[in-house]
C-alpha cells in the first residue's frame, strides 16, 4: 500500500492545510531551538564538521526516497545521523533534510519548522537513549534498537499532537462548501439528513490515529531492526566512529 | 530522487525566457506561490494559481517526463483525507493545494540551477545554514552514485529476496552501513578540499 511508504513521525501535509498560528510557531520554535544549540558548538568545529553534517543529510534524504521493495517502506536514518553526529548538529542536519524533502513534495514548504521539531526528537533522543542504554547494557545492537524504537515513539506522538492541535482548523476546511466550480448542495432541502452527514463528515481524529498507530508500530520495529543493524556493520568496519 | 541530476540538467541546458529569468525573482514569485496556497480558501481561485502554473510550466519548455514529478506529493495527501470523512470538496481543495506547491517548486528547480539558488538564499539566511544545504544537496550527487552501484551489485548477486527477509533486511541494513561509512570518508575528502580553496565557515558563489 503506497500510504505506507513514508516514516510516521514526518508530517506528510501540504501547504495551506494547518493553521497558520502553528506552523508559524513551528517555525519560531525550531529556529529558537537551533539559536540555542548552536552556542553549544564551537564555529570551527562546526565549519569543520559541516561536510559530515551534508553526508548525513545526504543519506537521510536518500533513505527517505528509496523504497525496500519487499516491504514498501523508507527509512529515515535519523537516530543513527543523531548518534553520529550529536544533538546540536543533527537538529541543523534534520532542518535542511526538512527543506530539501519540502522541495520535492515530502511534507509542504510551510510544514518545515513543525517537521524539524518532530523528526528531531528522533535525532537528539536517540542519541541520548543510545549512550544511556549501551552504558547499561553494554550489547550494541539491543541498545540500538531499543534507543530507535523509543525515539520513533515520543516522535509519532509528537507529530499526532501537532495534527491535533489544528482540528478546529480543518473543521473550517471541510465545512467551506459552496464557493468551488463544483456543485455539491444536491440534498440543500433536507436538513435532518444533512446534520448527520455534517456530524459523520466532521473531522475524524480516530479514524486517523486508528490508522498511523497501528502502521507505526511496524515502523518502529522495522527502523529500530535497520538502525541496529547499521550499528553492527558500522561496529564491524569503524568501530571509532561509535564512540 | 534519482531524476535529480536530469532536474539540474534541464535547469542548465534549456534557455526558455523563465531560464534567463533573474533567480530572485523566481523566488519571490515561489513565495508568492505560496502565499496563495495558504490564503486562497476557494476551489476556482486554487484552479486558477494551477492553470497559471500549467501555462508557465509547458511555456518553459520543461520535459514532460519531470511534469509527473509533480503528481508525487498526491501520495502523501491521501493519507490527509481519511481526516475529512472522504469530502469530496475538501478532497479537491487539498489536492489542487497540494498540485500547485509541487508545481511551483518544480517550476522552480527546473528552471533555475542550484547554485544560483544557494547564492539568493546566502544573503537572506545564516551562513551555516545555507551551506549546510548546499553541502547536503551537493552530497546527494555523490551517495547517489554509490547506492546505486551497492543497490546493483546487490541485486545481481541475489540480495533481495522475498523468501529470505530476515537476510534481505540484513543486506539492505549493510548497504546503508555501506553508505555512511562512504559518506563518511567522502565528507573528510571534501572538507581537506574546502580548506585548501580557502573555506571559512561560508561558501562562496559564481556570482558573489
Same mark, same amino acid.
Do not use: M, Q
Given at each position: 500500500m503506497r500510504l505506507w511508504e513514508g516514516n510516521m513521525s514526518h508530517i506528510h501535509l501540504p501547504d495551506g492545510v494547518l493553521p497558520v498560528w502553528l506552523w508559524v510557531s513551528g517555525f519560531i520554535v525550531a529556529i529558537l531551538v537551533e539559536a540555542i544549540l548552536f552556542r553549544f558548538i564551537r564555529k570551527e568545529e562546526l565549519a569543520r564538521r559541516l561536510p559530515l553534517l551534508g553526508m548525513m543529510g545526504a543519506a537521510m534524504v536518500l533513505g527517505a526516497a528509496v523504497?525496500?521493495?519487499? %516491504?514498501?517502506y523508507h527509512v529515515n536514518l535519523t537516530v543513527i545521523s543523531g548518534i553520529l553526529l550529536g544533538p546540536s548538529l543533527i537538529f541543523l542536519a534534520t532542518f535542511v533534510v526538512n527543506v530539501i524533502l519540502a522541495l520535492f513534495g515530502h511534507g509542504g514548504i510551510t510544514v518545515i519548522g513543525l517537521n524539524t521539531l518532530t523528526l528531531s526528537i528522533e535525532g537528539v533522543l536517540g542519541y541520548f537513549l543510545f549512550r544511556f542504554l549501551r552504558r547499561v547494557m553494554k550489547r550494541l545492537t539491543l541498545a540500538t534498537f531499543l534507543a530507535t524504537f523509543i525515539a520513533l515513539f515520543f516522535s509519532t506522538f509528537a507529530m499526532l499532537g501537532v495534527i491535533s492541535l489544528g482540528t478546529s482548523h480543518y473543521e473550517k476546511l471541510i465545512h467551506q $462548501? #459552496?464557493?468551488?466550480?463544483?456543485?455539491?448542495?444536491?440534498?440543500? #432541502? $433536507?436538513h435532518d439528513d444533512r446534520e448527520g452527514e455534517a456530524k459523520e463528515s466532521g473531522v475524524n481524529l480516530r479514524r486517523f490515529i486508528a490508522i498511523v498507530l497501528p502502521l507505526g508500530f511496524i515502523g518502529w520495529v522495522l527502523e529500530g531492526a535497520i538502525t541496529a543493524l547499521i550499528a553492527r556493520y558500522i561496529h564491524r568496519l569503524r568501530p571509532d566512529l561509535l564512540h | 530522487m534519482i531524476q535529480l541530476s536530469y532536474l539540474d540538467y534541464v535547469a542548465v541546458e534549456r534557455k526558455s525566457f523563465l531560464h534567463r529569468l533573474s533567480p530572485k525573482l523566481k523566488i519571490i514569485g515561489m513565495v508568492f506561490v505560496l502565499l496563495g496556497i495558504v490564503t486562497l480558501r476557494n476551489l476556482p481561485g486554487l484552479i486558477f494559481l494551477y492553470a497559471t502554473l500549467l501555462a508557465l510550466f509547458f511555456m518553459a519548455r %520543461?520535459? %514532460?517526463? %519531470?511534469?509527473?514529478?509533480?503528481?508525487?506529493?498526491l501520495i502523501f495527501a491521501i493519507l490527509f483525507i481519511f481526516i475529512s470523512g472522504f469530502q469530496a470538496h475538501f478532497i479537491f481543495f487539498i489536492f489542487f493545494k497540494v498540485l500547485c506547491g509541487s508545481t511551483g517548486v518544480i517550476l522552480l528547480l527546473a528552471t533555475t540551477p542550484y547554485p544560483s539558488i544557494f547564492s539568493v538564499l546566502g544573503k537572506v539566511l545564516p551562513s551555516s545554514f545555507v551551506t549546510a544545504l548546499f553541502l547536503t544537496y551537493r552530497s546527494i550527487f555523490i551517495l547517489l552514485k554509490i547506492f546505486e552501484e551497492t543497490q546493483h551489485a546487490l541485486y545481481l548477486r541475489g540480495g533481495f529476496q522475498w523468501k529470505h527477509p530476515w537476510r534481505s533486511l540484513i543486506n539492505i541494513s549493510n548497504a546503508f552501513g555501506h553508505l555512511i561509512i562512504k559518506g563518511i570518508d567522502a565528507s573528510e575528502k571534501m572538507y581537506e578540499s574546502m580548506v585548501l580553496r580557502g573555506f571559512k565557515n561560508k561558501i562562496f558563489y559564481r556570482e558573489e
Open positions: 523504497e525496500i521493495v519487499p %516491504i514498501a $462548501k #459552496g464557493e468551488g466550480i463544483f456543485e455539491f448542495h444536491l440534498a440543500e #432541502g $433536507k | %520543461i520535459p %514532460i517526463k %519531470i511534469f509527473s514529478l509533480t503528481f508525487y506529493p
